[in-house]
Each structure stands twice: as C-alpha cells, then as structure tokens.
C-alpha cells in the first residue's frame, strides 16, 4: 500500500471573506465556518479565534486537536466511517495543512480536557504550541449528557479540520513523502536479513469518555487486528477520549504517530517495518486477556522478531501493557514499550501499576505527576474556571493574578506516551 502526503505548509492563519490558502496564509471565512458547524446536534453555539507560537494565550479546556486535511487521489475520504464513507484508506494522495491545527474547547465534557500556553514555560510541555491553532469554541445545548457532549464536540472538531482541509485540495504542496508497504512475504524477500518489526497500538478504550474510534467503530468492540500503516496516517484512528491531557492521544496526534514516522524512516534500511497491530484498552480481566492473547498471537503469526508496544492512558492499561509485552516474549518476540510514569511529585513512588521482569527495555516520556507553574496571560480562550478540577489541578490551583499551579499531566501532550509529547515541543 502506497500513500503520498502532499504537505502544503502553513506560515499564518487570517480570518477572511473566502476560504482559501495562499502563499502559505490559510484564510479562514469566519461566518461561513461558524454556520456549517452550528448545524452539528447539541451545540448551542460556535465561536472562532485563533493561537499563534509566541503569542500570551491560554487554551483550555482542550478536547482534541485535529489537522486539516483532504483527500485528492485513491479509495476513502477524510475520518471514514465518521465524516466519509466507510472505505479502506492509505493510499493515494492526501493533501495536509502542514503547521496549522483546530483546536477544540468549551465547557468542561468530563474532568480530563488539558491546558495548552502558546508561550512560557507551559510551551515547552506541549507541541501544539508549536502549531497555527484555529480554536473552535463550542457550547453545548443546556441539559446535554457527557456523552451526547462529547460526541458533539468531537463532530464539530473533525468537521472543523475537514472544512479547512478542502482549501489545500487544489494546492500544490511544498513537499510530497511517500510511505509505502510491501505485503508479508513481498518484503521478506526483499529484505531477507533485515530484523522484522511491527508496532503494537494500543488504542484508548476503557469506555466512561475514554473512547477511540478505527473507521467508526468505537475500539472497545473489536478484538486486536492488522493495519497497514498508511491506514492510521491517513484517519482511519481518531480520538473521542476525554483521557488525561498529558498522555492522551488526540486526533492530530493519530494521523501523525512519531512511532509510524520513524519505524517507516527505518524500513529497508535498519529494520524490515512490517505492518501495525492495533488493539485496545478495555477495563474486565476476561477482555485484557482475549486482547494481549490476540496480540501476542498475531506478532507471531507475522513472524516478527521485534515489536514497540505504545500505551495510552495509565492505571488500569498498565495492566494491558504488561500483558501484551509479556506474552509477546513468551512468544520468542522482542519487545520495546513506551509509556509514561505515575511516580508522585518526589518520583519516589511506583511508577506504573503493573509489572514485570520481561519487560526489561522500557522509553519512560516522562512524570506526569511533576508540577509546574504557569505564569498568567495576557487571554485566555475558553473557560479558565475549569483548572482547579481538570486532572493535574486541585483546589488552589489557579491562583488570583491568573497563575497555574498544576501537575503536568494537565498540559496536552506533556507526557505522551507515543513521544509526541515534551520531546517533540522541544525539535527532537
């Protein structure tokens, strides 16, 4: 399967009368914009502004972030199975809005939305203070549940990144990468001497506003299954996951896996990169064992000789990840995870809620429990009241001058678990 990404990048955001990209400005049509995603069910009303790096804003609450992109080439839409048609994506050619990103707030859906400072300290936690950030705040209908909430802002942000994805369709990128894989047998052939490597997704589904979504299909119902790669880089995974900030996996985060990326700068070279398997996060024992079971299982049946295994979420998956790394040992298959930590404010305490000795070649993105000051800004763009209830906060936390006081787990991104997290704010 072949896929191009046409990356068409963006140097500012401006609000305009048309919708359009040129010479590198996305111009947005603010009344257009608002009016297409008013009509989504249970919003009451959608406002527009926008976030650039440097400048003294606050974001927060945040419910997802999403890259703008369209489809020119090939089978599928843009998020099947949710905005388009259900259809097997990952090849063709996709054309990306490369730099910008929507971004979604409003009130409060759970108590697990995050904080993203476009300057400061807080900056350099996140990487979408890096971004071109149309912020898209949308109020729900009042007497709305969290789930009806949730759904509806979750529209309201895809349908966001697909409008503005529509502007790149007839522009011509800066850049075209190409991502290509063989099948099983065609690249053990061609690489016979190279190590095969897959890579364990694990997807976010304990359920309770901690949900993601493969072609539509909520991931707590399926049981482990095969990917190509390109499928997750071209929308087939989305999050619908109110999971704590610092370690959840947004939408923009999805399309662009950093574990995808550099497995697939690898292929050919270093490791023979075979394909990704995605299972999921589900809370009853009998369903963490039929999963790592099937995961383990299907890691063989690929022959593989080593897999990365990346976590979403804490506590409870912890169980699911150490599953999943030691039945794949069991099964003669190498293993690399990559999670965060838990281990208090002094990180003297246990740091993950499950263990065990195989899982011996751990990448730690860091402690989620470490606190941080935030120094007030100049605006804030959503609801500022939320911080002292938000995981990461507590009673105090947001103080008079309009300082932060806060566990870095409150920060999108801060600790992701796939190393998009600090590691990528910084240029690494």
């Known amino acids: 399967m072949r896929l191009e990404l046409g990356n068409i990048f963006i140097k500012d955001i401006q609000f305009a009368a048309e919708t359009k990209v040129e010479n590198g400005v996305l111009y947005v049509n603010k009344d257009e914009m608002i009016k297409k995603l008013s009509t989504i069910e249970h919003i009451k009303s959608v406002d527009l502004d926008i976030a650039r790096p440097g400048e003294s804003v606050r974001i927060t609450p945040v419910k997802d972030v999403i890259e703008p992109r369209v489809k020119v080439e090939g089978p599928g839409g843009i998020f099947p199975g949710v905005i388009s048609k259900v259809d097997t994506v990952g090849s063709g050619r996709t054309h990306v809005l490369k730099g910008a990103a929507v971004v979604t707030t409003g009130k409060v859906v759970g108590f697990q939305e995050g904080i993203v400072d476009m300057t400061g300290p807080g900056a350099e936690y996140t990487p979408f203070s890096k971004t071109l950030n149309l ?36 522009v011509t990128p800066d850049e075209v990468k190409v991502y290509e894989t063989d099948t099983i047998f065609e690249g053990a052939a061609k690489y016979p001497n190279l190590p095969k490597v897959g890579y364990v997704y694990m997807l976010q589904t304990q359920g309770l506003l901690h949900d993601t979504y493969v072609y539509g299909v909520d991931a707590k119902k399926i049981v482990p299954t095969i990917l190509y790669p390109t499928e997750v880089m071209d929308g087939a995974v989305l999050s ?38 995605i299972t999921n996060e589900n809370v009853y024992l009998a369903d963490k064992e039929r999963s790592s079971n099937w995961t383990a299982k299907l890691c063989k049946f690929l022959g593989l000789d080593g897999a990365i295994v990346s976590q979403e979420g804490f506590g409870n998956p912890d169980t699911d990840l150490i ?14 995870i990559s999670t965060d930590e838990y281990a ?80 990528s704010a910084k240029g690494y």
């Open 135 to 170: 912020v898209v705040i949308a109020e729900p209908e009042d007497g709305v549940d969290q789930p009806r909430h949730e759904e509806a802002l979750r529209m309201v942000g895809l349908n966001a990144g697909v409008y503005l994805g529509e502007a790149g369709r007839n």
């Open 344 to 423: 208090g404010r002094d990180g003297a305490s246990q740091s993950l809620a499950d263990a065990d000795v195989r899982a011996n070649a751990v990448v730690s993105n860091g402690n989620a429990n470490m606190v941080i000051v935030l120094p007030p800004m100049d605006k804030v763009i959503g609801h500022i009241q939320y911080i002292d209830t938000i995981a990461g906060g507590f009673d105090g936390a947001l103080r008079a001058d309009g300082s932060v006081e806060v566990e870095i787990q409150a920060i999108t991104g801060a600790t992701n678990e796939l190393g998009f997290g600090y590691l």
């Open 323 to 336: 599953m999943n790394c030691k039945k794949i040992e069991i099964e003669g298959v190498k293993t690399v």
């Open 240 to 277: 619908g996951n109110c999971v704590s900030s610092c370690d959840k996996n947004p939408t923009y985060v999805h399309c662009n896996n950093p574990m995808v990326e550099e497995l697939y700068a690898m292929h050919g070279k270093e490791i023979n990169f075979v394909g990704v398997i």
